[in-house]
């Protein structure tokens, strides 16, 4: 089994920046992408951020230019560096990760959410 731990969310003022991580453990044998979204309350979850395992991004467009998302691949752990945080970036931001197990059968995990809340 894969767990994935998200930390860094709180609180923060329009234009400020918060760093998110997503650990991710287990008995891993290969990730192929950790990938961020995030689902603001009535809204459906909505894709942020990915890190391939070649080091490829994608961005969503309403975060393109403030948001990076990086990894160290020797910890399994992916940062989500946002910048220039607006109010409707108010969410639960959720990390995800899918890849091969240490059995070889593939693995989907989802990790708990962190709150991010942007304040006007």
């Known amino acids: 089994q894969v767990q994935l731990v998200e930390s860094g969310g709180g609180l923060v003022q329009a234009g400020g920046s918060l760093r998110l991580s997503c650990a991710a453990s287990g008995r891993i044998l290969s990730i192929a992408y950790i990938a961020w979204f995030r689902q603001a309350p009535g809204k459906q979850r909505e894709f942020v951020a990915q890190l391939t395992s070649g080091d490829n991004t994608n961005y969503a467009d309403s975060v393109k230019g403030r948001f990076t998302i990086a990894g160290d691949n020797a910890k399994n752990t992916v940062h989500l560096q946002m910048n220039t945080l607006k109010p409707e970036d108010t969410a639960v931001y959720y990390c995800?990760?899918?890849?091969?197990?240490?059995?070889?059968?593939?693995?989907?995990?989802w990790g708990q959410g962190t709150q991010v809340t942007v304040s006007s």
């Open positions: 995800h990760a899918y890849g091969t197990g240490a059995n070889g059968r593939y693995f989907s995990s």
